[in-house]
T-cell receptor
Framework: GQQLNQSPQSMFIQEGEDVSMNCTSSSIFNTWLWYKQDPGEGPVLLIALYKAGELTSNGRLTAQFGITRKDSFLNISASIPSDVGIYFCAGQPYNNNDMRFGAGTRLTVKP | GAVVSQHPSRVICKSGTSVKIECRSLDFQATTMFWYRQFPKQSLMLMATSNEGSKATYEQGVEKDKFLINHASLTLSTLTVTSAHPEDSSFYIC??????????FGSGTRLTVV
């Protein structure tokens, strides 16, 4: 099935720094979603993107749906300790109703 | 917003027994729900797509007789791990799709088979 390549796998940053992570696919996706997962919890939706080129913000988070429909990025500005967690990209292939996930980016924020 | 309730959050069972996990859409109807499995420090792996009123669609490599899925109503899907073994220990997560809110996940079930 379609695979999502998410990078980086992990990040260690200082509080206040900006963060950027991205996802790419070998095939076209209709929808890109970004989730955050805290330990022992299910993923929580951060941002949903439905159109190529779409740029959407949610507080300090900004995500974009790539023009080619094969990639997306998530930026976090001015990171804070509670941003710690695992961030997953997810995409819905154009010919499928399910969702595929990236491997996740584990973010650590040092105070 | 759309809320998906998953129960139980944690379960410990003896090897050879069966465990049922419930996934409910609380404020919307979901004709389709999804079941995922997550190993430590890994991403979510789609196990099966649960379709209301019909058979579930399983991903390649997932044993349908081992992981029984029932989606008898528009608000409830269940995953039963039959004859559980220690290698079935994992974090299981369901999700449901609601038009305005997209995919919403349950809070997950930590299964430990001893």
């Amino acid at each position: 099935g379609q695979q999502l390549n998410q990078s980086p796998q992990s990040m260690f940053i200082q509080e206040g720094e900006d963060v950027s992570m991205n996802c790419t696919s070998s095939s076209i996706f209709n929808t890109w979603l970004w989730y955050k997962q805290d330990p022992g919890e299910g993923p929580v939706l951060l941002i949903a993107l439905y159109k190529a080129g779409e740029l959407t913000s949610n507080g300090r988070l900004t995500a974009q749906f790539g023009i080619t429909r094969k990639d997306s990025f998530l930026n976090i500005s001015a990171s804070i300790p509670s941003d710690v967690g695992i961030y997953f990209c997810a995409g819905q292939p154009y010919n499928n109703n399910d969702m595929r996930f990236g491997a996740g980016t584990r973010l650590t924020v040092k105070p | 917003g759309a809320v998906v309730s998953q129960h139980p959050s944690r379960v410990i069972c003896k090897s050879g027994t069966s465990v049922k996990i419930e996934c409910r859409s609380l404020d919307f109807q979901a004709t389709t729900m999804f079941w995922y499995r997550q190993f430590p420090k890994q991403s979510l792996m789609l196990m099966a797509t649960s379709n209301e009123g019909s058979k579930a669609t399983y991903e390649q490599g997932v044993e349908k007789d081992k992981f029984l899925i029932n989606h008898a109503s528009l608000t409830l899907s269940t995953l039963t791990v039959t004859s559980a073994h220690p290698e079935d220990s994992s974090f299981y997560i369901c999700s449901a799709v609601e038009g305005a809110y997209g995919y919403t996940f349950g809070s997950g079930t930590r299964l430990t088979v001893v």
